[in-house]
């Protein structure tokens, strides 16, 4: 079978194009996988996070400081690799969608900001599960860069609070146990039903209620296409899957819907600007 350089068959790369090139209303879903390419590792992976910590749970967080420094210490172990990523050509490929006037929304499990600083605009992404460049007070809502965070815990802080009103601060993430954002869902369940074409990158589609939004887009006559390393519980409905990395495939997908993959007017002093808008 012939291959093309994302790894992935040619004919179903040619199929994903076909889609993509024919559709005026794409939504793109993008998952951890996406952004492993970018040096993020993947918390549930053999050697993540998780597999060194024990999650939190918000009930915890709010409930014991024992457990507010656990998760703290969680997050400044990962916190160098975290800052000092970048997007990747996947990323990039969503921008050039966009830019091509075919992207609706994107939504995003990630936590990485890293759609923001490719290049999407802000209006058309939806965080899922938050953003970890941010950190917010429980209390007063106040919102500051995790920068500022971080380095209270390296000046020996091992929960830090609150310097406006003394509340708990907690970066800007979903956690277990947490309230999804009701404004979000609303968002990306709207986009799920507008669309004509679901694209999903790098998720394993089993976290829920996230993993719904595939089915609702099919559900409502959209098409769907999968890049993904590894197979999903719903393989079964999508139209096309692709077996390879996202940062190869889905390049090569928008070259073969007829759209430029090289990204036009992203140089590195924008990309910079844009993150440390997000710091």
């Known amino acids: 079978m012939e291959m093309n350089a994302s790894g992935a068959p040619s004919e179903a790369v040619g199929r994903a194009g076909k889609l993509l090139g024919g559709s005026r209303s794409v939504v793109v879903f993008t998952g951890a996988g996406i952004s492993t ?22 009930q915890e967080f709010v409930s014991s400081r024992e457990a507010r420094a656990a998760y703290w210490k969680m997050k400044r172990e990962g916190w160098n690799e975290f800052a000092a990523s970048a997007p990747n050509p996947a990323h990039l490929a969503i921008v050039q969608i966009e830019r091509a006037g075919r992207l609706t929304g994107l939504i995003t499990q990630n936590i ?124 079964a409905i999508a139209d096309v899957i692709i077996r390879g990395t996202a940062g190869a495939a889905l390049p090569a997908v928008v070259a073969a819907a007829g759209l430029k993959t090289r990204v036009q007017g992203i140089e590195g002093e924008e990309r910079a600007g844009r993150q440390l808008k997000m710091e």
Not at 115 to 132: M, R
Request: hydrophobic share 35%; with cysteine.
């Open 112 to 235: 990485d900001g890293l759609h923001l600083a490719a290049g999407n605009s802000e209006e058309k992404i939806v965080e899922l599960h938050g953003n970890n460049r941010y950190v917010k007070c429980l209390t007063c809502g106040a919102v500051t860069g995790m920068e500022e965070a971080i380095r209270r815990i390296d000046g020996g802080e091992e929960a830090p609070e609150c310097l406006e009103c003394g509340g708990l601060l907690k970066p800007a993430t979903v956690s277990f146990g947490q309230e999804m954002p009701r404004g979000e869902m609303e968002r990306a369940h709207e986009y799920s039903t507008e669309c004509d074409l679901f694209t999903v990158v790098g998720s394993s589609l089993v976290v829920q209620p996230a993993a719904s939004f595939p089915v609702i887009a099919k559900r409502s006559g959209a098409k769907l296409i999968f890049i993904n390393m590894t197979p999903t519980p719903l393989d």
């Open 37 to 58: 390419e970018s040096g993020i590792p993947d918390f549930r992976s053999p050697g993540g996070v998780w597999s060194r910590h024990r999650p939190v749970t918000y």
